[in-house]
């Protein structure tokens, strides 16, 4: 296990990802209660399971590991 001044950094697909949903805000709302994969800051995919949405994602660029989440059906604050 890494010393805390030696911890591992984010990865950067996460982050710009994550960043990305912050970003498109209300536009979640045709989302809301699915999940969704986000590859390069595009969402890819969408479904009623994370299995559903993943294989999608794998399907539309093998390559990348997406990033996926729940939309809420309850508005969130991100702090």
Same mark, same amino acid.
């Given at each position: 296990?890494?010393?805390?001044?030696?911890?591992?950094?984010?990865?950067?697909?996460?982050?710009?990802?994550?960043?990305?949903?912050?970003?498109?805000?209300? &536009?979640?709302?045709?989302?809301?209660?699915?999940? @969704?994969?986000? #590859?390069?800051?595009?969402? +890819?995919?969408?479904?009623?399971?994370?299995?559903?949405?993943?294989?999608?994602?794998? &399907?539309?660029?093998?390559?990348?590991?997406?990033? @996926?989440?729940? #939309?809420?059906?309850?508005? +969130?604050?991100?702090?």
């Amino acid at each position: 296990m890494p010393r805390k001044s030696e911890e591992l950094p984010l990865k950067t697909q996460t982050v710009s990802e994550y960043e990305y949903i912050l970003s498109i805000g209300d &536009k979640l709302g045709e989302y809301v209660d699915e999940w @969704i994969a986000v #590859v390069d800051n595009q969402i +890819v995919a969408r479904g009623k399971t994370p299995r559903e949405v993943y294989e999608a994602a794998k &399907k539309y660029d093998s390559s990348k590991m997406p990033f @996926i989440m729940r #939309v809420p059906t309850s508005k +969130v604050m991100v702090l």
